[in-house]
């Protein structure tokens, strides 16, 4: 059982990457927002649970979501990986994955992080923004998001480097070259 946490800033590409991993190597991909949406539309006890905090305009819960990924890796234990998209988000979430997974004999085997400086990130999230048609994310806006994801993130990054987990991969060029990369760091830790 290999797990992988993958982590980049908004614009990194880190949920096509994610996606490419986990079909390379047979994993599951489990995104916490995909998760989160799928429970409450299908109406699932969790999914209620969870969409009763969201009406109510707060975020989930660090214990929510780690039941939610409690659940997932109780419910795929024939998978022989996960890649983690989208979590942890902070230090807390983090500490109480590893005690989740040493509850179930498992671990996180590596961490790897898409490097892409800000100057091409506002470039790539402009550009989707105006594709997408999203007027509210502005220059100002998204660079304030790049604060805060690595205001929150930093924390999580010193955690897993003192532990020998973490590694950075250049996330600028195209999609292949950068997942040639990811991959060629996955087949070093397997």
């Not at 539309?41 to 660090?62: C, I, N, R």
């Amino acid at each position: 059982m290999f797990n992988l946490i993958l982590f980049g800033p908004p614009g990194a590409g880190k949920g096509t990457q994610a996606v490419k991993i986990a079909d390379k190597f047979g994993w599951k991909h489990v995104s916490t927002g995909d998760i989160l949406r799928a429970e409450v539309s299908q109406g699932t006890p969790l999914g209620l649970k969870v969409k009763s905090v969201m009406e109510a305009g707060h975020l989930v819960s660090d214990d929510l979501l780690i039941e939610i990924m409690e659940s997932v890796f109780v419910g795929n234990k024939h998978v022989n990986g996960f890649v983690l998209d989208g979590f942890p988000r902070t230090l807390n979430q983090a500490q109480e994955l590893d005690r989740m997974l040493l509850k179930h004999n498992r671990k996180v085997n590596l961490v790897l992080a898409l490097k892409v400086d800000e100057k091409e990130l506002v470039t790539r999230l402009l550009i989707r923004a105006q594709e997408q048609g999203r007027k509210d994310d502005t220059e100002e806006v998204i660079k304030n998001r790049l604060v805060q994801y690595h205001h929150h993130t930093q924390p999580l990054i010193d955690y897993y480097q003192e532990k020998g987990l973490f590694k950075e991969v250049k996330g600028v060029g195209g999609i292949d070259e950068i997942f040639t990369s990811l991959s060629r760091e996955i087949e070093t830790w397997k």
